[in-house]
Nanobody, 122 residues
């Protein structure tokens, strides 16, 4: 089994900052990519940012220059630093980890966190 523990969401005023964390544990041999997605009410879930095993990153255009994704491989943790938050960033943010179980099982698995609410409002 795999567990993802997300933290860092909350209520913040426009222009403020939050830092999300997502720590993975359990039956993980190695982690490939780690990412953050978000889903606003009535909208599809969308990719916010992703970081590969080699450290390469990609961002949705709407967050470029404001959000920074990073990972700590030793802690199996991914972070999302969110600066300059806007009301349109309000959503439930989900962590996703793509990983290998190893020991003869080399299929790439995806696992999602439970989500953390981010609300940007004055």
């Amino acid at each position: 089994q795999v567990q993802l523990v997300e933290s860092g969401g909350g209520l913040v005023q426009p222009g403020g900052s939050l830092r999300l964390s997502c720590a993975a544990s359990g039956r993980i041999f190695s982690i490939d990519s780690m990412g953050w997605y978000r889903q606003a009410p009535g909208k599809e879930r969308e990719l916010v940012a992703q970081v590969s095993s080699s450290g390469g990153t990609k961002y949705d255009d709407s967050v470029k220059g404001r959000f920074t994704i990073s990972r700590d491989n030793a802690k199996k943790t991914v972070y999302l630093q969110m600066n300059g938050l806007r009301p349109e960033d309000t959503a439930v943010y989900y962590c996703k980890v793509s990983y290998y179980r190893g020991f003869g099982d080399w299929k790439l698995y995806d696992y999602w966190g439970q989500g953390t609410q981010v609300t940007v409002s004055s």
